[in-house]
């Protein structure tokens, strides 16, 4: 599955921003992923294909994960940035269940850039 990120950017603490990831295919367990500068990657959220999601607790109530089956895209929608949301995030997929962060993910993007400010 080849996977490709886009819409990240600056912005100021408190703002919004969209993330999309458009895949060749949908898979089972689509999720994004994040690293911050000097620190291991960590999970943001799932979404299998039924719909289910799951939201790391740091970020749980502002962001939300969505697809559109119809374009094989995958969203995350960045509310009330904080400055710590500063990181590159990766979208990522799994063919299979478990669809949760601490799982396995055999395809990744290359990252696009959000950088927070005060």
């Known amino acids: 599955v080849q996977l490709v990120e886009s819409g990240g950017g600056s912005v100021q603490a408190g703002g919004s921003l969209r993330l999309s990831c458009a895949a060749s295919?949908?898979?089972?367990?689509m999720s994004w992923f994040r690293r911050a500068p000097g620190q291991e990657r960590e999970g943001v959220a799932t979404?299998?294909?039924?719909?289910?999601?799951n939201y790391a607790d740091s970020v749980k109530g502002r962001f939300t994960i969505s697809a559109d089956n119809a374009k094989n895209t995958l969203y995350l929608q960045m509310n009330s940035l904080k400055l710590d949301d500063t990181a590159i995030y990766y979208c990522?997929?799994?063919?299979?269940?478990?669809?949760?962060?601490?799982?396995?993910?055999?395809?990744w993007g290359q990252g696009t850039q959000v950088t927070v400010s005060s």
């Open positions: 295919a949908l898979t089972y367990c």
């Open positions: 979404r299998n294909r039924y719909g289910s999601t």
């Open positions: 990522a997929a799994r063919q299979s269940w478990p669809c949760e962060l601490r799982s396995s993910y055999t395809s």
